[in-house]
Every structure is written in structure tokens, then in C-alpha cells.
């Protein structure tokens, strides 16, 4: 096993933050990680589950052991005539997997196209996009315990999904080390189109759609709006999209009657977090190295490559007081601190 000592994460996180970690360990297995499960002081020790870092902020050097998942299985799990369920390893790149489905006709995960970072990330995170969410096809979530080495497999009701929420981002969920993901796909794609914007430009691009058409418009939209983390750090939406009741809502429209507004569960209202910095006149405001990205303001980045983790979260500190102190509104954080 290829352990490594006070490692560089500065390729390890899409800010590009040169945050330095005491231990590196990057594991190929199940065995690999029930192996470690057996050292004390591997249990015993700060760990950080890490893929390509792209939600999350380094604020200092991490005092510990971070762990990075090369597990690439992407095989067939079970397959019918509506259905085929694949077991995909945590370490496969979210979007190769994406870009697999879609070449394949198969429908689920199209609206999540080009969404940076692992497979098992993917399913901490419950990523979203587009109206669909990751949680939506999973079938379970295959982990290790880090203490015990016991193997579980968690369905979805045990993952606890929730907008951009799981069980494993809890203090007791987080002992969990995900190796795999089993996520059932349409044979016959029903396609979700529920954004005006998106529905239309596929319908421009066929008139009898496939996953594959969404997928492109999808990377055409996102590559529109969002830098390139290659080119210039940033870890995409950097906050997440308010949740308000439907009397909130009312008030806000009062003053601001264009305010964009979802339904979101329980009868609940979502903002656009991006909309809110944007009246706020921050697109392009540049704080130190950081900045909010000029084509869309719900992105904070790493100016000139220079940028500190702290540089970063006093942006993000000053964007959350300029909305709560025009809409009363307090902004999440979408993107992980790391202390």
C-alpha cells in the first residue's frame, strides 16, 4: 500500500489551495481499507475522505490522514427489460460515468453531466442539477467501516437524502468509507426537461431527444456559466439555493416581483442563491486573490492561483452578509470548510 507523508493536495482540490496533509493514503480495495481498519492508530486518527477535492475549501494544512479512493469498478449488476443496475467503484470519475450511460442510451443521469469529482463523492454529496439528484437512482451505497472494518450496504432511506445531504455527512455517517455505488438506469429514458432553458434547447437540437442530446446541451450550458477548475480555481456552486416557506416568498416579491422561485419539498419555496448575489452587485467583486466569477455570481474563485483558503472564506463571509443585509436571507455554504 502506498502510503505517503506530508502530502501535497494542491492537485487534490479544484481551488488549488496548497494545503498539505500529514498522511496521503490512496487505497485500491475493500481488502486494502479492512487492512488499515486494523491499525490503532489509523483508527484512532483526524481522516478526510478525499476525490478531487471539488467541494472542498482547505483552511490550513490537515493534521491527519486523507484518504483517496482509486476503486474503478464499472461493471453490470442486474439487468431487465426496463432496467440496468451498475456497481460503480467510489474512485470512477463522476462525469466518465455519465458521459458511459449516455453513449449506451440509458437514461437517469444525463442532467448531471459535467459535474466535477468521484462517484463516491457523488453520493456523500447527493449531488443535483437540473431538477434530478443523484439519490434518485441509487439502489444502495456499499461502504467500510473505518474503525471495525465491517462491511454495510445502505438503501437510499438509510442514506437519509436530503438537498445536497446524506447520512454519511453526519459525525456518525462519516466513519462510513463508501467503495461503491449501485445506481439503477432507464433502459427506456423518460427525459426530465423540468428547466425551461434546458427543454428548449434540446427541443431545438432534436425533435426525438435522447440522453446523449441533454447531456451535450447540459455541458453547453454549464461550460456557458461555470470556469473550467483546470484554468482557474473555483469548486463551482459555492453556496446552496435557500429554502424558504411560501410567506417569505410573498414578502420578497413585494419589493423584488421577477425573484426566481422552485417548489421544493414539503411545500417549500427555492431562491436562486445566484439571482440574490447578483442584486446584490457582486459579479466581478474581488476581494484579495478571490473573486466572484463575473458570468455567474454563484461561483468564488481563485483569481490568480494565489489564494489562500482563508482568502476564500472571507469572500464568501462578505458575500453572505451583503444578501442577509439586503434580503434578509443567510446563505449555506455548499462547499465543505476543512480545518
Not at 131 to 142: D, K, L, M, T, Y
Not at 217 to 243: C, H, Q, T, Y
Not at 244 to 250: C, G, I, Y
Request: net charge negative; hydrophobic share 40%.
Amino acid at each position: 500500500m502506498d502510503i505517503r507523508k506530508e502530502y501535497s493536495l494542491k492537485a487534490h482540490n479544484t481551488f488549488g489551495i496548497d494545503a498539505q496533509a500529514d498522511w496521503f493514503i490512496p487505497y485500491k480495495s475493500i481488502e486494502e481499507l479492512q487492512l488499515l481498519a486494523r491499525d490503532e492508530y489509523f483508527q484512532e486518527c483526524r481522516h478526510l475522505l478525499l476525490g478531487e477535492g471539488s467541494n472542498m475549501l482547505f483552511l490550513t494544512n490537515f493534521h491527519g490522514i486523507v484518504l483517496n479512493s482509486q476503486i474503478t469498478t464499472l461493471e453490470t449488476y442486474e439487468e431487465d427489460e426496463a432496467h440496468l443496475t451498475l456497481l460503480v467503484g467510489s474512485g470512477v470519475h463522476w462525469d466518465d460515468l455519465v458521459a458511459y450511460t449516455c453513449a449506451r442510451g440509458l437514461g437517469g443521469l444525463e442532467c448531471l453531466s459535467l459535474i466535477p469529482g468521484q462517484v463516491g463523492a457523488a453520493a456523500v454529496q447527493n449531488i443535483g442539477a437540473y431538477g434530478a439528484e443523484i439519490s434518485q437512482r441509487v439502489v444502495s451505497v456499499h461502504t467500510v467501516h473505518r474503525r471495525t472494518g465491517e462491511l454495510r450496504h445502505f438503501a437510499p432511506e438509510e442514506c437519509d437524502y436530503a438537498y445536497r445531504h446524506s447520512f454519511f455527512k453526519t459525525a456518525e455517517g462519516a466513519d462510513y468509507i463508501v467503495t461503491h455505488v449501485l445506481l439503477r438506469l432507464d433502459k427506456q429514458p423518460e427525459l426530465q426537461l423540468d428547466y425551461a432553458d434546458l427543454k428548449a434547447r434540446v427541443a431545438a437540437r432534436s425533435a426525438a431527444p435522447s440522453p446523449e442530446d441533454v447531456r451535450q446541451e447540459v455541458i453547453a450550458i454549464r461550460r456557458s456559466k461555470l470556469p473550467d477548475p483546470a484554468e482557474l480555481g473555483n469548486a463551482g456552486s459555492f453556496f446552496m439555493n435557500p429554502i424558504v416557506p411560501p410567506s417569505r416568498l410573498t414578502e420578497l416579491q413585494e419589493t423584488y416581483p421577477d425573484i426566481p422561485h422552485y417548489p421544493a419539498p414539503e411545500g417549500q419555496i427555492k431562491l436562486s442563491a445566484g439571482w440574490l448575489i447578483d442584486r446584490c452587485g457582486l459579479k466581478g467583486f474581488v476581494l484579495g486573490h478571490a473573486g466572484v466569477y463575473p458570468r455567474q455570481a454563484l461561483v468564488l474563485t481563485n483569481v490568480d492561483g494565489e489564494a489562500t483558503g482563508q482568502d476564500i472564506a472571507r469572500l464568501a463571509q462578505h458575500v453572505q452578509q451583503q444578501v442577509q443585509e439586503r434580503f434578509g436571507i443567510e446563505l449555506q455554504p455548499e462547499v465543505r470548510y476543512i480545518s
